[in-house]
């Protein structure tokens, strides 16, 4: 008697198909979204895991306090830290002087243990000879051999310098463009590194806009452009292995364009100060006195999803 043939469903799984690699900085999620840290970590958890791939995150800046810089700041860290490509864009006329703001990760309980250990500094000479082979590069932003995901940051100690004067950082400042097709280049010259595929990511790239609607900007008033800059950068971002940060003030836009650009977004974001002597606000939260503003989330990513 021959033996009866198993039958396999069109929708069986195929195991044998081995999972993708990714770099340093990324993280695997459901349905095949690879994350990208937002350099917090309490937010990378509301978030679901951070920042997808492809996807375009808005900040409404508030108009009282430049709480929107310190998002910047961690997003703009933590892919230096990892090695990541950066293009920042700002309406100051050097835009590259701000990356010295930039925090540097504060130190583990684990490292600050391994520090005041006397016993292991003969292993941290061993160590510091293996950075003359390898690069400092390749040894910062590891932890017993596996890189971090989201790095605490300690904003009074600056980023070391050797971060922000490499080759992967792009500065371009809003005041040298004369037009929206000029930045419209930069970003997609900037994108063409980092082209969407199938297989494994070896990189990453982060692009970070700020106030970009700024009145320093010769189109300011030109809103369908903006507009229309919107919608371009959110589609060279969809096919690329980047994600895209953009601030903008929306007192500056009329009501309808405001709400435009809050849709063009897929994660959006807003910061909003706490006033100085709120006492109703007071009493209900613990800790006020160590607050200094709210961050808001809008709108949650739904990328690789049926939802959107």
């Given at each position: 008697m021959a033996a009866a043939k198993t039958r396999t469903s069109t929708f069986s799984r195929n195991l044998s198909t081995a999972a993708p690699s990714h770099g340093p900085g990324l993280k695997c999620g459901p349905n095949g979204t690879v994350?990208?840290?937002?350099?917090?970590?309490?937010?990378?958890?509301?978030?679901?895991?951070?920042?997808?791939?492809?996807?375009?995150?808005?900040?409404?800046?508030?108009?009282?306090?430049?709480?929107?810089?310190?998002?910047?700041?961690?997003?703009?860290?933590?892919?230096?830290?990892?090695g990541q490509h950066l293009l920042y864009s700002s309406p100051a006329r050097d835009p590259r002087g701000f990356l010295g703001t930039l925090p540097s990760p504060a130190a583990s309980k684990d490292d600050k243990s391994r520090e005041r250990d006397p016993d292991q500094e003969k292993g941290l000479r061993i160590a510091w000879q293996y950075k003359k082979y390898f690069g400092e590069n390749q040894l910062d932003g590891q932890r017993d051999g596996k890189h971090e995901y989201s790095n605490e940051f300690d904003l009074r100690k600056p980023l070391e310098r050797h971060f922000i004067n490499g080759p992967r950082i792009d500065c371009v400042s809003i005041q040298d463009c004369p037009d929206l097709s000029t930045l419209r280049d930069r970003c997609a010259t900037f994108l063409s590194q980092f082209p969407r595929n199938d297989g494994s990511i070896s990189c990453a790239g982060r692009i970070a806009i700020q106030s970009f609607c700024a009145p320093q900007c010769?189109?300011?008033?030109?809103?369908?452009?903006?507009?229309?800059?919107?919608?371009?950068?959110?589609?060279?971002?969809?096919?690329?292995?980047?994600?895209?940060?953009?601030?903008?003030?929306?007192?500056?836009?009329?009501?309808?364009?405001?709400?435009?650009?809050?849709?063009?977004?897929?994660?959006?974001?807003?910061?909003?100060?706490?006033?100085?002597?709120?006492?109703?606000?007071?009493?209900?939260?613990?800790?006020?006195?160590?607050?200094?503003?709210?961050?808001?989330?809008?709108?949650?990513?739904?990328i690789n999803t049926q939802v959107y």
């Open positions: 994350f990208l840290s937002s350099g917090i970590p309490d937010l990378d958890k509301i978030l679901g895991g951070g920042f997808p791939l492809g996807s375009l995150v808005m900040v409404m800046e508030d108009a009282e306090a430049p709480h929107h810089m310190l998002l910047l700041r961690n997003f703009m860290a933590q892919g230096l830290v990892l010769a189109y300011s008033n030109m809103e369908w452009d903006m507009l229309s800059f919107i919608r371009s950068l959110k589609s060279m971002v969809r096919s690329s292995n980047s994600v895209a940060i953009i601030t903008f003030p929306p007192s500056l836009l009329s009501p309808s364009f405001c709400k435009r650009w809050q849709h063009m977004a897929d994660t959006l974001l807003s910061v909003k100060a706490i006033q100085d002597e709120d006492k109703e606000l007071a009493q209900l939260l613990t800790g006020y006195q160590d607050m200094v503003g709210f961050l808001n989330v809008h709108k949650v990513a739904r």
